[in-house]
């Protein structure tokens, strides 16, 4: 069975001037336009293909990527605004989606970026963008054990810090004590579970706890270190960004690695950054 929206697996049952149509089951055949033909696809054939509606409102297929699915959550950049129809918003294919006026709270600004969820307009059947987020987020209360690593979008900011679109279902909120920097408004990044309430709200966190976090974030840095040459312009005075860019943690999830690594003396601490101790090889007795 097609689904409009997603990515479909489709058998080519035609060729024509345009292009080759596809098995679309219950929604028919579907042109899949000539310039997204691979090299060696045949009549028979089958190829994964994205499925919407072009700009004459006809059922089209794509090999090309959009940036979010129906039914997922993703932040866009809005291209243009029509007067009466909405904003059209960038998804990565040749069609702009639309963000209409009614599904905009608050109303999006030219050149902006929004984080939307992109659906299916019931009194259209057309793929449409809305910036009412929690509408359309999963009623199934989260089940997520403490610690999971989980995908993040983060799409607003609170006074106690950050909401985040969990796993293209469920609301997070991570806290702005656990942080070492303000984080922007459409990034994306991996996270993990402190805790889900009893009200199924999820409280995030940017890094792993305790043990299971240092650890490998220490090996990572000790390695980073040997291909450096032994010496990395990092330490507890570093930008969060660049440390954030460099290592993919937090601030503070690289203080207590480097912390823990000078503990059990594997780094000296320069000013600035830090160095690795060479450990000199054990002399052997005489026999």
């Known amino acids: 069975m097609a689904h409009l929206g997603r990515f479909n697996t489709l058998t080519v049952v035609r060729e024509t001037q345009s292009g080759f149509y596809l098995d679309g089951d219950q929604l028919g055949e579907i042109l899949l336009p000539g310039r997204y033909i691979p090299h060696g696809l045949e009549v028979g054939g089958e190829i994964e293909v994205f499925v919407y509606r072009d700009s004459e409102d ?7 990527r959009p940036r979010a699915c129906v039914g997922e959550f993703a932040c866009m950049h809005v291209k243009d605004i029509h007067e009466r129809a909405g ?3 960038d998804w990565g294919l040749g069609k702009d989606l639309l963000l209409p006026y009614r599904e905009q709270k608050p109303k999006v600004r030219m050149g902006e970026d929004v984080v939307v969820v992109v ?17 359309h987020m999963s009623l199934e209360a989260p089940r997520y054990p403490e610690g999971a690593p ?25 806290y702005r004590t656990n942080l070492a920097g303000p984080l922007k ?13 009893e009200d199924g709200k999820i409280d995030l966190s ?6 299971s976090r240092v650890r490998p974030l220490s090996e990572m840095i000790l390695a980073e270190l040997e291909r450096a ?12 960004e660049a440390i954030r860019e460099r290592f993919g943690v937090s601030k503070k999830a690289f203080k207590q690695a480097i912390g823990a690594l000078y503990r059990d003396r594997r780094i000296l601490l320069l000013d600035p950054g830090i ?6 090889p054990s002399r052997g007795g005489r026999g």
């Not at 940017?206 to 043990?211: F, P, V």
């Not at 040459?229 to 969060?240: A, Q, T």
């Not at 160095?275 to 000199?280: I, R």
């Open 206 to 211: 940017i890094d792993a706890a305790g043990y």
């Open 58 to 64: 006809r059922l089209v297929a794509t090999t090309e």
């Open 87 to 89: 904003a059209f918003l």
């Open 119 to 135: 659906v299916i307009d019931p009194d259209t059947n057309r793929i449409i963008a809305s910036t009412m987020l929690k509408k």
């Open 150 to 174: 989980v995908d993040m979008l983060i799409y607003a900011e609170t006074e106690l810090g950050y909401n985040a679109v969990v796993n293209n279902a469920h609301r997070g909120l991570i």
């Open 185 to 197: 408004i459409g990034a994306r990044m991996n996270g993990f579970v402190k805790s889900v309430r």
């Open 275 to 280: 160095q690795l101790v060479v450990t000199p």
């Open 229 to 240: 040459g032994g010496r990395l312009n990092f330490d507890d005075s570093s930008d969060p």
